[in-house]
């Protein structure tokens, strides 16, 4: 993916949770652009023999077990992981999928939160080896009373789904418990769809659907626009639902319509009180980066 921003960044607004009609005009304007571009976002040129690698970089706020949700927290940092996918060019060969065998410790927090995660790393994150995975044509198991197919990947109850965007947000509350009891689940619903879009493995009809249905979630707006150092531009869409006290960033690609991570602020109470986080430090960050390559693992 490309470089860092550059200081064109523009704050166009932000979002407490409270609307009613679906995103607001910008980001509608820029999530339907999206779907628009959906088909050549999926149709990478690939000839045979090469593979489509979608590599996953995961950061996320990592603390002792005995200081649980709920307590303070007197020592944490932020973990570094990183997986991939490489999907062949053919689709009914072998997809293999790579595990990151180590993480990486990128800042502390509190006193001692070095020596604390020397102490503490193999309960939080046992030792493993690296993973590779072969899935002929990309089949993933599923469970014995599951009769259907399912691709790494992609949404697993996918024929079910309507066509429609504002009948998929329906769909999307209702396979989540807490939107079915809880009217603010739509950051849940928003968390889901952008995780099925990270990877960039759905078809293209599915892809456009995803985004209309995101440009119909309440409350969803732009935080910021800015072009990158190659050039390309990017928009960062956010929503945020103030009762749980959870801000979801997503940034897309205008120029393709490829997500490039998410951030996802949801620290509660628990970390508040704590007192050693910075302002503004996301619980999780998620960068996508989708090239081709001539091999895979």
């Known amino acids: ?63 002792p077990a005995r200081e649980a949700p709920g307590f303070e927290i007197s020592a944490a940092w932020v973990e570094r992981s990183t997986s991939a ?60 009373d599951d009769p259907h197919i399912y691709r790494y990947g992609t949404i697993r109850n996918r024929a079910s789904m309507p066509s429609e965007p504002a009948e998929t947000l329906g769909w999307y509350r209702e396979q ?8 603010s689940g739509d950051i849940v619903v928003f968390s889901s769809i952008v995780e099925h879009l990270e990877l960039n493995l759905e078809d293209a009809s599915t892809r456009e659907l995803l985004f209309r249905t995101l440009a119909v979630i ?11 150092e190659d050039g390309s531009a990017t928009a960062t869409l956010q929503l945020t639902d103030t009762d749980v006290g959870r801000t979801i960033e997503v940034t897309i690609d205008t120029s393709n319509g490829l997500l490039k991570g998410t951030k996802d602020y949801s620290f509660g109470l ?21 090239t081709v390559v001539d091999s895979a693992p």
């Open 1 to 63: 993916m490309a470089a860092g921003a550059l200081t064109v960044a523009l704050v166009v607004g932000a979002v407490v949770n409270g609307g009613t009609d679906g995103a607001s005009a910008e980001a509608a304007e820029i999530l339907n652009n999206a779907a628009e571009l959906s088909q050549s976002a999926v149709d990478f040129d690939l000839k045979p023999g090469q593979y489509l690698k979608v590599e996953t970089t995961h950061e996320a706020i990592r603390h």
């Open 85 to 144: 996918i490489y999907v062949p060019a053919d689709r009914n060969d072998d997809w293999v999928v790579v595990g990151d065998d180590d993480t990486e410790a990128i800042q502390f927090f509190g006193a001692n939160a070095e020596q604390v995660r020397e102490e503490t790393i193999d309960e939080i994150l046992p030792p493993h080896k690296a993973v590779v995975l072969r899935y002929p044509r990309g089949v993933v198991p599923s469970a014995e």
């Open 176 to 183: 989540s418990d807490l939107s079915k009891h809880d009217p």
């Open 218 to 228: 309440p409350g969803v707006a732009v935080a910021a626009e800015s072009v990158t």
């Open 270 to 290: 628990w970390k508040d009180r704590s007192g050693i986080f910075p302002k503004g430090i996301p619980s999780t960050t998620t960068r996508v980066t989708t």
